[in-house]
C-alpha cells in the first residue's frame, strides 16, 4: 500500500500507513522472508606443520598516529 500511495504522489511514512491502515480494521499484509538455501559447510584443513595457518586482522581508525 506504501508504494501505491507513492506512485500517486502521496508521499508518508510507512509507520503512518500501517498505523492508520490497522486503526481502520483493513488486514495489513506482513512480508515474508526470504529462505536462504542451506550451504553446507566444509571444516577447514588443520595445520600440520608451522606457517601452513595465516589470519589477518583489519582495523580502521581515524585517529592520527601519535609520534
Not at 500500500?1 to 500517486?8: N, P
Not at 502521496?10 to 542451506?38: D, F, M, P, Q, T
Not at 608451522?50 to 586482522?57: K, T
Request: glycine share 4%.
Amino acid at each position: 500500500m506504501h508504494v501505491l500511495l507513492q506512485r500517486e504522489g502521496c508521499y508518508a511514512n510507512h509507520k503512518r500507513i500501517w498505523r492508520l491502515y490497522s486503526k481502520a480494521g483493513l488486514s495489513v499484509r506482513k512480508r515474508r522472508r526470504k529462505r536462504i538455501a542451506a550451504v553446507e559447510r566444509m571444516p577447514l584443513p588443520l595445520p600440520t606443520g608451522r606457517n601452513q595457518s595465516w589470519s589477518m586482522d583489519f582495523l580502521w581508525s581515524t585517529r592520527k598516529p601519535q609520534a
